[in-house]
């Protein structure tokens, strides 16, 4: 693909006008190509799904992360002959934004066309900061683009008929398939039923639905396609996604969600993106916004695959939050990391991670294996158990909303932070959502929160292989609990595929010295890992130790990994579900 290609030999102006309108035109054909690339790529989804071809649909989602740059780098391309010496004048880009700027002005996606725009200039002028006057930020991708009466909603409304099963088949009809449903009357009777039981929920009061809005573009990701929207009756609203998936050439509906949680778990920050055709971003955005009004825009933006945007929006936001706050960044809270410095602000629910220039023994990484591990978790299926951490360069805060502790601990990290005498200068930063220890909320939590949060260590941790990932360090220390108490996986340096270790029994002790030794008595590979060891090192005692062998035991054996190793290795792709399994319809396999 080049994104160069489609740009059109342009005679080189005379005026700054002239250029300044002629490489705002150079741009904005780049944009309009990217964006077909997209949403060519977001199309192909349906057809994915409806053969079956999950590695095709994860070989797409890997392209589309990088189509944008393709296409970025072919726009620069274009344009340095043709700005010639003036390519860093940024007087001149400041003319260019302006034409840009009018170009934008009526465009169903405006705001991913300024995010664009500004991907540019930093490509020209490495911005450190915000450069306000060749950059779109803030207030600028607020705006709206402009609708016409004639403009449709982001949705269609279904009105409640006769009957719940009639508004179900009604949105189950919704998605237009090329393959037929395996028993629509079926669903639909099912669906309904699931209806009428939340209908009656406490919070909603038993009031009759009257009417579905769905979005009209369907959501794929991994093995499952999504009805989104949400059920109306007069000013209440409640959230509506049905879950379908393809069983042997025939759609069924595999599950229900009604409540913001379960579909803010959907969206998570800690699942890969969605592959939707979107032709207005902005509305869909905010329609989902009204159903999980807790949620960033930025986490939004990024779930639907934006997350150039997402990260634009996210750092407006951060600024926005330190004009109205006054507190420090700080350490954060749990073990102190080896290889990163870890800190936050304690009144804004993300951390900052940059890597230190030195690791101490016994880590045997370099920078480079921990960019590596980051970029893997980019691209890789993160199934509802790896943070999704957002890559940051160039960002600039004063200096004096750091804590003392935390600029001592920054100066060990000189080639992600710079420092000047008014600034601090994060040259190379990941941006996460703030989660609590694992280790830290096991102390705080009561017995039974406490069981439940260490049998879903254990279920993460085989979530995680399941998507053919190793944790490398299972210390409770590097998994951390959400806000709906889930436990995810957050530390990556030691991470790998799991098809690329190499799982073996525990040698017996050959004397009673080999047994009394401090030293293994055995010969230990680069890639060796010995799962029965796991269980020294989980740092559980007592009732909590019993709960997690009792439930994953078979974690600690050699055979568990060696099972799911030659299932990956055949072929075999695992999905792992962000609904409970209560929430499946019962005509359907556990």
């Known amino acids: 693909m080049n994104g160069a290609a489609h740009l059109d030999a342009l005679p080189l102006p005379t005026t700054v006008s002239e250029l300044a309108h002629e490489c705002a035109c150079a741009i904005w054909q780049s944009f309009g190509g990217y964006r077909a690339a997209l949403r060519g790529l977001m199309r192909r989804a349906q057809q994915r799904f409806e053969q079956q071809d999950w ?3 994860h070989a797409d989602a890997v392209e589309r992360l990088n189509v944008r740059e393709i296409y970025i780098q072919g726009a620069l391309q274009h344009l340095r002959p043709l700005i010639g010496e003036r390519f860093r004048n940024r007087n001149l880009w400041r003319y260019v934004k302006h034409a840009y700027a009018e170009l934008c002005q009526s465009h169903p996606a405006a705001e991913i066309a300024k995010t664009y725009f500004t991907s540019v200039t930093r490509r020209v002028f ?29 949705y269609i409304t279904y009105v409640a008929g006769e009957s719940l099963t009639a508004l179900a088949r009604t949105c ?34 038993g009031r009759p639905f009257e009417a579905a809005d769905l979005l009209r573009p369907i959501f794929y990701r991994n093995q499952a396609a999504y009805l989104v929207g949400r059920l109306r009756s007069g000013e ?14 025939r759609v069924a509906a595999d599950a229900v969600l009604l409540t913001e949680d379960e579909v803010s778990i959907v969206f998570s920050y800690t699942r890969s993106y969605f592959h939707v055709d979107l032709e207005r971003p902005r509305q869909v955005v905010e329609f989902l916004k009204s159903l999980m009004p807790w949620k960033r825009l930025a986490e939004l933006y990024i779930s639907l695959g934006y997350n150039r945007h997402g990260k634009a929006e996210l750092y407006w936001d951060l600024l926005q939050h330190l004009e109205r706050s006054d507190d420090r960044f700080v350490i954060a809270p749990g073990d102190r990391g080896m290889v990163m410095v870890v800190f936050t602000l304690p009144s804004y629910d993300i951390v900052f991670k940059v890597i230190r220039d030195h690791f101490a023994p016994p880590k045997m990484t370099t920078r480079r294996d921990v960019l590596a591990k980051y970029d893997l978790v980019f691209q890789h299926d993160r199934a509802g158990r790896l943070v999704d951490a957002q890559e940051f360069r160039h960002l600039t805060f ?19 932070v710079d420092f000047t005498d ?19 909320y096991l ?9 439940d949060a260490v049998l879903d260590y254990g279920q993460a941790i085989k979530d995680l292989a399941a998507t053919n990932i190793f944790p490398g360090d299972l210390l409770l220390k590097n998994f951390g609990v959400t806000r709906h108490k889930r436990v995810i996986f957050y530390d990556y340096d030691e991470l790998t595929m799991l098809t690329d270790c190499n799982f073996r029994d525990l040698p017996p002790p050959s004397s009673y010295d080999d047994e009394m030794s401090a030293e293994p008595w055995y010969y230990v590979g680069e890639k060796d890992i010995f799962p029965e060891e796991f269980g020294n090192f989980l740092g559980l005692t007592g009732e909590l130790r019993r709960a997690f062998l009792e439930a994953h035991g078979d974690l600690l054996t050699p055979r568990f990994w060696r099972d ?22 019962n005509a359907h396999e556990p």
């Open 236 to 249: 209440c609203a409640m959230p509506l996604i049905i879950v379908l998936r393809n069983r042997g050439g």
């Open 443 to 451: 102390r705080e939590a009561s017995p039974e929160e406490a069981r």
């Open 55 to 57: 590695r095709g649909l």
């Open 422 to 440: 008014r600034d601090v200068v994060l040259k190379h930063v990941y941006v996460e959502r703030r989660v609590k220890p694992l280790n830290l």
């Open 564 to 585: 799911m190793q030659a299932r990956h290795r055949a072929g075999e792709v695992l999905e792992i579900p962000p609904y409970r399994a209560s929430r499946r319809l």
């Open 126 to 154: 490495d911005t450190v900061g915000i450069d306000v006057p060749i950059e779109f930020q803030g207030a600028d991708l607020e705006t709206p683009p402009t609708f016409t009466a004639n403009d449709q909603p982001p």
């Open 398 to 416: 004063e200096r004096e909303r750091f804590a003392p502790d935390l600029l001592a601990e920054l100066a060990t990290a000189t080639e992600s």
């Open 172 to 205: 189950l009809q919704h998605a237009r398939f090329r393959i037929p449903y395996e028993d629509l009357e079926r669903d639909a009777a099912l669906i309904a039923r699931v209806l009428e039981r939340e209908r009656r929920r406490e919070d909603w009061g």
